[in-house]
């Protein structure tokens, strides 16, 4: 088994519009349902109000409703918005699944490129996702993983590529976390005063920490994967 994650530039959707925005996005919940999409996504941007503005006024969006908004001191902004689509075409998301394709995590959007992590049988079946998602536009293959590879130490490389995969917010949140003790056992802050030293609100701390949380895990978890795995083989 791979994984991989692919990212494609759907031109007929909203998420194309954004591609200068310097913006990011993550559906924390999704469905389909009659030639329509629901969905619940957290945006991050420095240019906020261009971001709803063109989403917001794309012609497949028929309900568009910011349920949380908030800004930091850096300049950033993040909001938490209710979106219906409708679509002509099935859009990359609901063929991926429908084609019987596993996703892992959330989808995302970044800069005007639609993101999906893909849990796949072999580079074969990544391929057939490559020309599934050409259809929609140009593919690119950002993130490869062997499960099956035996890796114990992360290279310099690696490490780079973590640091840079973590935005500024997130590391503040999460460095901050740390040097506080809310991971000790027992907690020695709590998530709202975390969020009241950083001037956010607790649902913001929330969704930076859970993010740069889950990429530490994420990174840890692909290079404990040897081990365990030899473990296992051992037994």
């Known amino acids: 088994m791979i994984t991989a994650r692919l990212a494609v530039r759907h031109d007929g959707g909203w998420a194309a519009d954004l591609g200068d925005c310097n913006c990011d996005g993550e559906f924390l ?108 536009g140009r593919v690119t293959v950002e993130y490869l993983s062997d499960e099956l590879r035996y890796q114990t130490i992360p290279t310099q490389d690696d490490f780079e590529a973590l640091a840079a995969d973590i935005s500024p917010r997130q590391l503040a949140v999460l460095g901050l976390a740390v040097e506080r003790g809310y991971f000790e056992d027992p907690r020695e802050v709590t998530l709202a005063e975390l969020a009241a030293e950083l001037d956010i609100t607790k649902a913001t701390a929330s969704l930076h920490l859970r993010r740069a949380r889950l990429k530490v895990v994420s990174f840890l978890a692909a290079h404990m994967d040897g081990p365990r795995r030899a473990v296992h083989s051992a037994e």
């Open 29 to 136: 919940t999704y469905t389909y349902r009659n030639n329509r999409s629901y969905g619940l996504v957290a945006f991050q941007s420095d240019r906020l109000d261009t971001v709803l503005d063109r989403v917001r006024s794309h012609d497949t969006v028929e309900e568009f409703h910011v349920i949380e908004r908030d800004g930091t001191d850096d300049g950033w902004e993040t909001a938490m918005v209710y979106l219906v689509t409708s679509y002509r075409e099935i859009p990359p998301m609901e063929m991926l699944i429908y084609e019987g394709y596993f996703p892992i995590g959330n989808p995302s959007v970044e800069n005007g490129l639609f993101k999906v992590d893909l849990l796949l049988e072999d580079k074969e079946e990544l391929e057939l996702a490559i020309d599934l998602l050409d259809a929609y």
